[in-house]
């Protein structure tokens, strides 16, 4: 196969570009069987592309350039090209190889515009998957076929085992800790020798140890991922009823292999894409998570469509059974299928990296940045003056300490296991507050959201519905005056209406709830069937219609017809008859055009004229502004002839039936808002986030829930697709093309806009400018397309979007926009390409924002509080003995267990802290200004913090000096090679001595004052006296533990015998622990005073600089 060139990327996902390829799918049984598959695909490949240049389909514009393509609902295009289009890749063709299978990044997929599977007799199909009805496939034969196709799974990006794992050794500040490895190995050997220090084994020891720390956390936090996906995405069925040899038997769906016969049954999920082959008559599947329509599709074992993803005699994997039963023979397992190809195109694509993983990313770029100059510094210091003016103070092996030393001071080389956790407990809490995170990394996304893009149906509403209002041209009523309406003998209009909305009815009553009264009963079937269905019940005996009525024919709802049809014998005027009755069902806005009358509420039959579709528009729409979706029921007579049995019969009744259609009425059908849907938007609206409605409703519908739930929450009517066009016309009319800014669009006083699906692709660039400045938006009739333009759209002008989802069409926007939200229920593409998965209801949605933002506060408390002591106090000892001779304060050992250990144990008590402020009251950081660590972090870590602890922990320093050795601080600045045997009469090895004990007291006071830095940095703004860690508002019990096992391990650092003849530390005096205590203390007054004057002069110099 021909390899692209590597600048190409691919802006078409693998299901989009195989059809345009002759794939032939081989199930190897043989030679024969090979040849027999490839010949049939063959000959129907021509047939197939001449078929689709008649058709419509969605394509990119750079397609559009190259080469007709073939039709796929609208759900599938939009996905297969958009969910790649939003990672940016571009378009590329690929060639069969010598098999005639397409292989994308070595999957092999289907072209389902050339496969006839759904078309070819069923003796073909039999003959081409080498199976029998009655028998099905031996074992043998199945497990060859396995071989050959692979298991029956969704396809999943292959883990490179090889790269996570340099990952997670070099990467992060691991990279640079491994030059420190190398050198300290050096200097051990062979510039150690003849007399090598074990010292310098040790610390490269020592820092394998912490690379091998930060790498496990990194890979636990892989392995929390992988765990967590495998949880949520084991979706499809896990048995399933096939026939082997003969019998049937029950295999794990994994193991279905083309040609095996399968048999499903209501509640079912489809385990493959199957072939009906037999049907109880009344089987049907909800392809809703698949293309996005409500409506259920009917089964049959007839062609229905030339198109293999419409057609009804195909069942598609992962679809489910909602009525009936069917056995089918398998065509397409694995990627192969319908799903395969689709997850295929959301799951083989690079991830992008979460907002948390680009701030830690930059945060090591600049600490490396700076850490290569300091080294640089002293290397090049060392090379041009101490080598050549005091060559016998820094020997190459000194000089390379230092060096390193720089590197281990700068580096918070605890700050990966710090973040590590941190992200890890808020997962924890977000998992109890049902909220879950595919992975660690994206516990913070929602905090940061800006724009929250949500679906309507099954999400703000409970997708309970039920027939709240019924509707004639001359009456409109609520179902309880109906009620009492239909036991007036005048009113025959609801009598064919209870009759109607029997007979055009798919769904049925539970049996097990039939006891119940009506309005108690549940049903099987479509939602909105099943609303229809007790309303009709309650009117009349829905048995005792049915057998007056039997059905001859049915054209079920599909996104084509947007009508359901059917045809029943007349027996009510006398079983001799041979009349038939033809109802029909749909929106009045499609059914409108083909009726010639309509009978009023009284009975009587009249002509609809022009002003009578107006009224009836009218009361759609009046219907559709209370929030209810609306029906229209017709009917007329039909004469049965002797073919309505036949093949083919649908369709002559849908060309003949769909005229001179006479309109019963219209009911209206309401789907409440879920009881925390209000809470949960006005939550997100004092958040600061705007909350948009993305339906497949009609927009006023739409509107309406958006009122009730506090989407729109003005008295005014809301802005439509007329505002924004008159608001462009008047923008090119006042200003000149040459003064026009379009980043400057004219604004609308109004805070609420309703658009429909089909003026969105209207929309021009200038308008998008507009409607993105809109506080309150509901986008209605949306198709997948629609909902990714909308999510690019408010990406490209710097929001930050989430959007909510369940199904497969809704994978794209998913996918693009910054956080991906599936509800548990939700699809296997959709959880797969969702970033968290909500685990009960729509408001657990608010909890997942508070958490993301508390990970950030907390965050940057545990960055803020590791810096001073972890950082910037370290750094100074090295820079003093080299630039001003001072023997060297800190020990690299020392340093590395303060980042590792004490600061670490401490730092993660700030993860239990609880909000400071109510979180929900503030804005949504801005990802491309509020940065983990900015500014103003760095000057109260550095210049704050830092230089009170660097100066009282080198005050501590040389107080030892002068009390224990008598040696002022004057003299030990520029010592350089004269801090050696005879320095104020000590000899080498006193004056050793005591810079290790030195070196303790400045290890014991950074301990110690950090405590006073914890105790400050747990509150930006309130005081300890107003939040301290003891009373219950603010209780954090951790602190205390992780204080006691900081000091701990400062204790056993100080006085193990093994660690001071190893890495040279010393006993510290008793004195040297308690002088720190109220230098701690200062730390927290002077922090506190700053927060005083903060509070005070909230406009003030202070306030503004303050973190």
């Not at 509640?267 to 049907?284: E, H, N, Q, Y």
Request: proline share 5%.
């Amino acid at each position: 196969m021909e390899t692209p060139p590597a600048s190409s990327n691919r802006a078409m996902a693998e299901l989009t570009t195989t059809v345009r390829r002759n794939t032939q799918i081989a199930f190897d049984d043989g030679d024969d069987y090979r040849r027999t598959r490839d010949n049939d695909l063959r000959s129907s490949f021509d047939q197939s592309r001449r078929r689709s240049a008649s058709r419509d389909s969605i394509r990119s514009a750079r397609s559009r350039s190259r080469q007709p393509e073939a039709t796929l609902p609208i759900g599938f295009r939009t996905l297969s090209f958009q969910v790649s289009a939003s990672k940016g890749r571009s378009d590329y063709a690929e060639k069969p190889d010598k098999s005639g299978t397409t292989k994308v990044g070595d999957k092999r997929t289907t072209d389902f515009e050339s496969a006839d599977d759904h078309t070819i007799t069923l003796e073909a199909l039999y003959q081409r998957l080498r199976t029998s009805p009655q028998q099905g496939l031996s074992q043998d034969a199945a497990a060859r076929r396995l071989t050959e196709n692979g298991l029956n799974v969704l396809p999943k990006r292959r883990t490179n085992y090889a790269k996570k794992l340099l990952g997670y050794v070099f990467g992060g500040f691991c990279s640079i800790l491994w030059v420190g490895v190398i050198i300290f190995f050096i200097c051990w050997r062979p510039l150690g020798d003849p007399d090598p220090q074990a010292y310098n084994l040790g610390l490269a020891i020592l820092v394998i140890i912490v690379i091998i720390l930060q790498a496990s956390f990194s890979a636990f936090q892989d392995w929390s991922t992988a765990k967590t996906m495998n949880s949520i995405l084991d979706m499809l069925p896990s048995d399933a009823l096939v026939m082997r040899q003969g019998e049937w038997t029950t295999v794990r769906t994994s193991n279905i292999a083309p040609g095996d016969v399968v048999r499903i049954r209501v509640g079912d999920k489809v385990p493959a894409d199957l072939r009906l082959t037999t049907t109880s008559g009344d089987v049907r599947f909800d392809r809703s998570a698949m293309t996005g329509e409500s409506e259920e599709c009917s089964g049959s074992v007839d062609t229905t469509d030339e198109n293999f993803l419409e057609t009804h005699n195909i069942a598609l994997m992962g679809t489910l059974v909602t009525n009936g039963s069917a056995t089918g023979v398998v065509v397409f397992t694995g990627a192969r299928t319908v799903m395969g190809g689709i997850a295929m195109a959301t799951t083989d694509v690079k991830e992008r990296p979460t907002s948390i993983q680009r701030e830690i990313s930059r945060f090591v770029r600049i600490i490396v940045c700076l850490t290569a100059c300091l080294a640089c510094l002293i290397l090049f210091s060392w090379a041009g003056w101490l080598r050549i003016k005091k060559p016998e103070y820094m020997n190459v092996v000194a000089m390379l300490n230092n060096v390193m030393g720089c590197v281990v001071a700068f580096i918070p080389e605890g700050m990966p296991v710090g973040v590590a956790l941190t992200l890890m407990m808020i997962a924890r809490r977000m998992k109890k507050a049902d909220v879950l995170p595919k992975s660690l990394a994206t516990v913070e996304m929602l905090g940061c959201v800006q724009v929250i893009c949500s679906d309507k149906t099954g999400t703000l509403t409970k997708n309970q519905m039920s027939v709240t209002t019924v509707g004639f041209l001359d009456r409109k009523m609520t179902v309880e005056e109906s009620q009492r309406g239909e036991k007036d003998a005048s009113a025959i209009a609801m009598t064919e209406m209870y009759r109607a909305a029997h007979l055009c009815n798919e769904a049925t009553f539970d049996p097990l709830s039939l006891a119940k009264p009506i309005e108690e009963r549940l049903t099987q079937g479509n939602p909105t069937d099943g609303a229809v269905l007790r309303f009709a019940e309650s009117g009349v005996v829905g048995s005792s219609i049915r057998d007056a009525y039997p059905q001859l024919a049915q054209v079920p709802f599909n996104s084509k017809n947007k009508f359901a049809m059917t045809l029943h014998e007349d027996r009510s005027a006398g079983s001799g008859s041979a009349g038939g009755l033809l109802i029909v069902k749909g929106a009045p806005d499609v059914l409108l055009p083909h009726c010639s009358h309509y009978r009023s509420y009284e009975g009587v039959v009249r002509p609809l004229d022009e002003a009578a579709k107006q009224r009836f528009s009218e009361l759609q729409s009046s219907l559709s502004r209370n929030a209810e979706r609306v029906l229209m029921f017709c009917q007329r007579s039909y004469a049965v002839g002797p073919d309505a049995k036949q093949a083919g019969f649908e369709k002559k009744l849908v060309d003949e039936g769909m005229a001179d259609l006479v309109i019963i009425g219209v009911v209206g059908i309401f789907d409440p808002p879920r009881p925390e849907a209000t809470k949960t938007v006005a939550a997100c609206r004092r958040a600061g986030i705007r909350f948009h409605m993305m339906t497949g409703d009609f927009g006023l519908t739409g509107a309406a829930i958006a009122r009730q739930i506090g989407i729109f929450t003005g008295e005014r009517e809301p802005d439509t697709y007329a505002t924004i066009t008159s608001l462009r016309r008047r923008s090119e009319d006042d200003v000149s093309e040459k003064d026009f800014d379009p980043r400057s669009p004219p604004t609308s006083t109004n805070q609420s806009l309703l658009l429909e699906g089909t003026q969105i692709s209207k929309l021009e660039d200038q308008d998008w400018d507009l409607v993105c400045s809109y506080e309150e938006i509901v986008f209605g009739r949306c198709s997948p397309e629609n909902k990714l333009r909308i999510v690019t759209e408010l990406q490209k002008r710097g929001m930050s979007t989430a959007v909510t989802g369940d199904g497969v069409n809704d994978a794209p926007a998913m996918k693009a926009a910054d956080v991906g939200v599936a509800m548990v229920n939700g699809s296997d593409v959709a959880l797969e390409a969702a970033d968290l998965v909500l685990l009960d209801g729509f408001d657990s949605i608010v909890d997942g924002i508070r958490l993301g933002r508390l990970v950030f506060q907390n965050l940057q408390k545990v960055i803020s509080y590791l810096l001073p002591a972890g950082s910037w106090s370290e750094i100074w000892p090295v820079l003093l003995n080299v630039f001003l001779g001072v023997p060297l304060p800190l020990s690299s050992f020392l340093m590395i267990i303060i980042c590792v250990f004490t600061d670490l144990f401490l730092s993660l008590s700030l993860i239990m802290e609880k909000e400071e402020f109510d979180l929900l009251s503030q804005p949504p950081r801005n990802p491309k200004k509020d940065h983990l660590i900015n500014l103003k972090i760095y000057a109260q870590s550095y210049l704050f913090v830092g230089v009170m602890e660097t100066v009282c922990a080198h005050g501590m320093y040389f107080l030892y000096y002068w009390r224990h050795a008598r040696i002022p601080a004057s003299d030990l600045f520029l010592a350089f090679e004269r801090y050696t045997d005879g320095f104020h009469g000590y000899s080498q090895a006193e004056l050793t001595a005591f810079n290790t004990t030195g070196q303790g007291v400045y290890f014991v006071t950074l301990v110690i004052l950090q405590l006073g830095n914890i105790l400050s940095i747990r509150n930006k703004r309130m005081s300890i006296l107003q939040a301290d860690p003891i009373r219950k508002e603010r209780r954090n019990p951790w602190l205390l533990l992780s204080a006691v096992i900081s000091i701990s391990i400062a204790v056993f650092v100080t006085e193990e015998p093994g660690l001071q003849k190893l890495f040279g530390t010393a006993n510290v005096p008793i004195e040297f622990w308690v002088l720190p205590i109220p230098l701690a203390l200062g730390i927290l007054v002077m922090d506190e005073m700053r927060k005083l004057a903060v509070r005070t002069w909230p406009r003030g110099f202070l306030a503004r600089i303050a973190w």
